[in-house]
């Protein structure tokens, strides 16, 4: 493995289309943990940590959170904790506090599945090794997906930054090989699994994520509520992220269910329904197994949590 320092960001797109099986590396939460299990095996490793793209900055009636941008900072800006709460609530239930010190924004973008048969290379993989199969599929499946999988691949997505995000219809940046940049959703951004689970988003070779655009701040409570298997350094089982603006509006998004953030605006206008007509609507086309179906009654219980959560803030507060 060889390994060099990026001046610039047109410099490391350049290193990584001309170097074979290159990839770049920011905080490295997960990709050395890939590494060191040669998951992943890149040959050459370009080092972003020097580009300018640690800052958070205001873009129109919102801000635009640069890729290098540490975790722990973004939970601590007063700009995030004010008016985009959902997130740093978010951020601040995941990993740790060393590693969120350390990771950044894209890195969590691309975060992989914790599916553990992608994890073991005993097993077969789809997505760690296409046309293996998927050895979750009669196997162990208990934390994996109930929506949005398919028959060769049943894994989930850890990150919760990107499902508040995704509540807060976020657009990921992304400069090209060809030097232009473009803006994803992340329904675009990241791809479901279909019969290529090892294609995980719409990166094209050389793509650089410089930034996240957040649109302007959506007035209501804030919430995002985590359920897991212990307390604290656990990924979810499934979590909640909701912005409820008194009685008027509500908008959903949840984790640990599918191999992206799992949204459905739908869901959005039977909120008044209550928890589970919320669920019937975001999860009908639900395909869990016998080992993780108990997800979809948690969920509700969950959102149940979050909207008595939202009601008493509310009680509490001005419902102007």
Known sequence: MTYERAASPEKAIRAVLDTAEAKFIGGGTNLLDLMKLEIERPAHLVDVNRLKLDRIEAHGEGLRIGALVRNTDLA????IRSDYAVLARAILSGASGQIRNRATTAGN????T?????YDTNMPCNKREPGTGCGALEGFSRGLAVIGTS????AQHPSDMAVALRVLDAQVEILGADGTTRTLVLDDFYRLPGDTPHIETALEPGDLITGVLLPAPRPGTHLYRKV?????YAFALV??????????SARFAFGGVA??????EAADKVWKEGAQAVIDAAFADARPTEQNAFKLPLLRR???AVLAQAEQERNGGDDA
């Open 76 to 79: 601590a800006d007063a700009r």
């Open 109 to 112: 973008l691309l975060q992989r």
């Open 114 to 118: 914790r599916c553990p048969y992608f």
């Open 151 to 154: 028959d060769a691949c049943i």
């Open 228 to 232: 897991r298997d212990r307390s604290s």
């Open 239 to 248: 979590s909640v992220a909701a912005i409820i603006n008194g009685r008027r």
């Open 259 to 264: 191999p992206r953030p799992w949204r459905v």
């Open 302 to 304: 969950t959102l149940e």
